[in-house]
T-cell receptor
């Protein structure tokens, strides 16, 4: 699975949109982009994933560039409870028995009042 | 509520002691795995399983054993605890088969282990 690059930390004002970037320049055609977040001391939580089209769910939106070398996770109206570490991961479709994801250090997002 | 249950939440061991970290899921997930998380490092895979009776090593398997006798349970055994195994341990599970294979992992709430 390809590696990803994320900024170490970001700040966002409460109520504003938080835009978290991720670079995955070596992504393969069969690899999805996944986003998770980890609120302090808790287990990581799945947020959203996509292949090449933009995706939206009740938690966030995922924008993937046309060349698929980067993506942005958007939290449209950040709240204090969105303060967490956000991880961007790429994972092959139908990976079969190979489930060895590479977890980096993610982006630590601080939502400020 | 459906999910991944880890026990215990906290544990202190003396060097050389053995123990088992429990992980159970009620979602009929084929895939289960154990990660450890240390300060300044990303999650690292210890062992994983793609079904009952099938296990394989991850990135950091030394000092740990696993077995998968049922779909629901995936215990992690520390054979002889060492201070280097002080960490937070997370269990995660997911589907492998069909369209649901692209869903994300479901993680447990973690076990915080200190070896003194």
């Amino acid at each position: 699975d390809a590696k990803t690059t994320q900024p170490t930390s970001m700040d966002c004002a409460e109520g504003r949109a938080a835009n978290l970037p991720c670079n995955h320049s070596t992504i393969s055609g069969n690899e999805y982009v996944y986003w998770y977040r980890q609120i302090h001391s808790q287990g990581p939580q799945y947020i959203i994933h996509g292949l090449k089209n933009n995706e939206t769910n009740e938690m966030a939106s995922l924008i993937i560039t046309e060349d698929r070398k980067s993506s942005t996770l958007i939290l449209p109206h950040a709240t204090l409870r969105d303060t967490a570490v956000y991880y961007c991961i790429v994972r092959a479709l139908n990976a079969g028995n190979n489930r060895k994801l590479i977890w980096g250090l993610g982006t630590s997002l601080a939502v400020n009042p | 509520n459906a999910g991944v249950t880890q026990t215990p939440k906290f544990q202190v061991l003396k060097t050389g002691q053995s123990m088992t970290l429990q992980c159970a899921q009620d979602m009929n997930h084929e895939y289960m795995s154990w990660y450890r998380q240390d300060p300044g490092m990303g999650l690292r895979l210890i062992h994983y399983s793609v079904g009952a009776g099938i296990t394989d090593q991850g990135e950091v398997p030394n000092g740990y054993n696993v077995s998968r006798s049922t779909t629901e349970d995936f215990p992690l055994r520390l054979l002889s605890a060492a201070p280097s195994q002080t960490s937070v341990y997370f269990c995660a599970s997911s589907y492998i088969q069909g369209a649901r294979a692209n869903y994300g992992y479901t993680f447990g709430s973690g076990t915080r282990l200190t070896v003194v």
